[in-house]
């Protein structure tokens, strides 16, 4: 049965990537790249026995990702934050994330950075938080603006707007025209800025002429459909383009406690070592990668180790349906005793019902040492306001 399921995902693979779009994600450089996303999600679980209520509990989740990359200087900042009600127990859980990085060479990159981590949790009195410095080389890139051309581009094939994909010989003219629709895509808030209310029309004018450019039109102008389809892309009407990242980079520095959950005794500095890398397969798949590892700098050292990593793998079953699926895998080696480890697997399909909103059905997998499994299946909405 597994080795069926492989064999389906790899064939989706390699039809995705065989008939897609040839422009490629790497096609699309720029010299400034940023992105923020923020978005809410909730559920609430009930059950009743009898005339006893055995399950009464509600949760929240909120997500903030915002980052600026360019060369020299880069910022991220994230925030995880969830909380909920089991009965009359309240809980949270906090975590924010700032770093930034100054590039020692504008055509390199190679980096210094600093990053400083702070955490709550209900049932803690104070916060535990690190401050991190070191070096590192990689870059991040946002290429959502390419995929909203690309998919621009699929429905006016659709609709008989354009003729199609050019042969292969000019798909290098084809990535350009591409890279400069995305181009004019990203500077909207620049449009925006400069004509107001009627900034729509230029903005829409200088991308037809692109399209104009590429000798792919069908007639004068992109005409009613073409504008309607271009609107329901770039402004998430009936449809949703999940961001779309490329890139990695590596860091290594030493990572210094600030404060501690039971406000014990601050120990030793960590040397620490973490990596990350995203790359879309084709313009409907998504792959992010995650991973640290940390020990301490002084006898312990290699002998207690930390280590996370994490997978997620997001797939556009259509305009409307995403599939999400996530792991995570904690190891805990103390410097005496075994290794405990935390397995974490999450999927669920979203799909876009209007104005930002998804309903979502999830289902996880937990399993922590040697306790038993953990099963759930939930119902959600999400919301993303931007």
């Known amino acids: 049965m597994k080795k069926k399921t492989l064999t389906i995902i790899f064939l989706i693979l390699i039809i995705e990537?065989?008939?897609?779009?040839?422009?490629?994600?790497?096609?699309?450089?720029?010299?400034?790249?940023?992105?923020?996303?923020?978005?809410?999600?909730?559920?609430?679980?009930?059950?009743?026995?009898?005339?006893?209520?055995?399950?009464?509990?509600?949760?929240?989740?909120?997500?903030?990702?915002?980052?600026?990359?360019?060369?020299?200087?880069?910022?991220?900042?994230?925030?995880?934050?969830?909380?909920?009600?089991?009965?009359?127990?309240?809980?949270?859980?906090?975590?924010?994330?700032?770093?930034?990085?100054?590039?020692?060479?504008?055509?390199?990159?190679?980096?210094?950075?600093?990053?400083?981590?702070?955490?709550?949790?209900?049932?803690?009195?104070?916060?535990?938080?690190?401050?991190t410095f070191g070096a590192g080389y990689g870059r991040y890139i946002d290429a959502t603006a390419l995929a909203k051309a690309v998919r621009i581009?699929?429905?006016?094939?659709?609709?008989?707007?354009?003729?199609?994909?050019?042969?292969?010989?000019?798909?290098?003219?084809?990535?350009?025209?591409?890279?400069k629709i995305a181009n004019i895509i990203e500077r909207e808030p620049e449009y925006?800025?400069?004509?107001?209310?009627?900034?729509?029309?230029?903005?829409?004018?200088?991308?037809?002429?692109?399209i104009k450019a590429s000798d792919m039109l069908i007639g004068n102008n992109l005409g009613a459909i073409g504008i309607l389809r271009m609107r329901q892309v770039l402004f998430g009407i009936n449809e949703r383009v999940n961001n779309r990242y490329y890139g990695w980079d590596v860091t290594f520095g030493t990572r210094f406690d600030l404060t501690r959950f039971d406000k014990g005794k601050i120990g030793s500095p960590n040397l620490n070592l973490a990596g990350r890398y995203s790359y879309p397969l084709?313009?409907?798949?998504?792959?992010?990668?995650?991973?640290?590892?940390?020990s301490p700098l002084d006898s312990l050292f290699a002998k207690q180790i930390t280590s996370n990593i994490g997978f997620d793998f997001i797939y556009e079953l259509s305009n409307r349906i995403n599939l999400v699926t996530s792991y995570k895998l904690g190891l805990q080696k103390p410097s005496s005793g075994t290794t405990e480890a935390t397995n974490i697997f999450n999927t669920a399909f979203l799909f876009y019902l209007e104005n930002e909103i998804y309903f979502g059905i999830n289902g996880s997998l937990q399993r922590i040492?040697?306790?038993?499994?953990?099963?759930?299946?939930?119902?959600?909405?999400?919301?993303?306001?931007?």
């Open 153 to 179: 581009e699929e429905h006016l094939i659709k609709e008989s707007v354009i003729k199609g994909h050019l042969p292969k010989n000019t798909m290098v003219k084809i990535a350009n025209i591409m890279v």
């Open 282 to 294: 084709g313009w409907k798949f998504q792959i992010n990668t995650i991973g640290e590892i940390y």
């Open 192 to 210: 925006e800025d400069i004509y107001s209310d009627t900034y729509e029309t230029f903005w829409f004018f200088d991308i037809e002429n692109e």
């Open 369 to 386: 040492g040697n306790r038993p499994r953990v099963i759930g299946l939930s119902m959600t909405l999400q919301y993303n306001l931007f």
């Open 17 to 131: 990537i065989s008939f897609a779009q040839r422009v490629e994600v790497k096609d699309y450089q720029v010299p400034i790249s940023r992105a923020q996303i923020l978005r809410t999600s909730a559920f609430w679980n009930w059950g009743q026995i009898g005339d006893s209520v055995s399950t009464n509990s509600a949760t929240a989740d909120l997500i903030f990702r915002k980052f600026y990359s360019s060369l020299p200087f880069a910022w991220f900042l994230d925030a995880d934050v969830s909380g909920g009600k089991a009965f009359s127990k309240y809980s949270h859980d906090i975590n924010i994330k700032a770093s930034a990085r100054k590039y020692i060479w504008e055509e390199r990159d190679l980096f210094a950075f600093t990053e400083i981590n702070a955490r709550h949790i209900d049932y803690y009195k104070q916060i535990s938080s690190s401050l």
